[in-house]
């Protein structure tokens, strides 16, 4: 099982959204989620590798403006996908990030990446 990447900062701790967060807050059922800004008073700011990957009954997900990368495959396989947007705070965005998101009809991404 991935394990969660925490590094420190000068003067916070951030953490790493992972496969591993996703299946213990995101019930795998509903349509859209939400990534929380914090999780165990740690600040995300990465998803990680394949931390979505097919899954295909999303339809919406929100990243918080805290999130400045997204992993390889983060995304990949969610058909689901019909919009997405990434916020102004993500700076780069791995290979693949978005594989075989079939059901994407918008895609925003801004200059920062």
């Given amino acids: 099982m991935e394990p969660n990447k925490i590094t ?14 996703r299946k213990r807050l995101y019930d795998g059922k509903s349509t859209y989620f939400e990534i929380p800004s914090h999780v165990g008073g740690k600040i995300v700011t990465s998803i990680g590798n394949n931390a979505f990957a ?6 919406r997900i929100v990243i918080p403006d805290s999130v400045t990368s997204i992993g390889s495959s983060a995304f990949k396989g969610c058909s689901g ?8 705070s993500v700076t780069s965005i791995d290979d693949y990030a978005f594989l075989n998101c079939s059901g994407l009809t918008r895609f925003v991404v801004p200059d920062s990446v």
Avoid at 54 to 59: A, F, S
């Fill in 8 to 21: 420190s900062t000068k003067n916070k701790y951030d953490i790493e959204f992972s496969t591993r967060l």
């Fill in 54 to 59: 097919d899954c295909r009954g999303l339809t």
């Fill in 81 to 88: 996908l019909t919009s997405f947007a990434v916020p102004d």
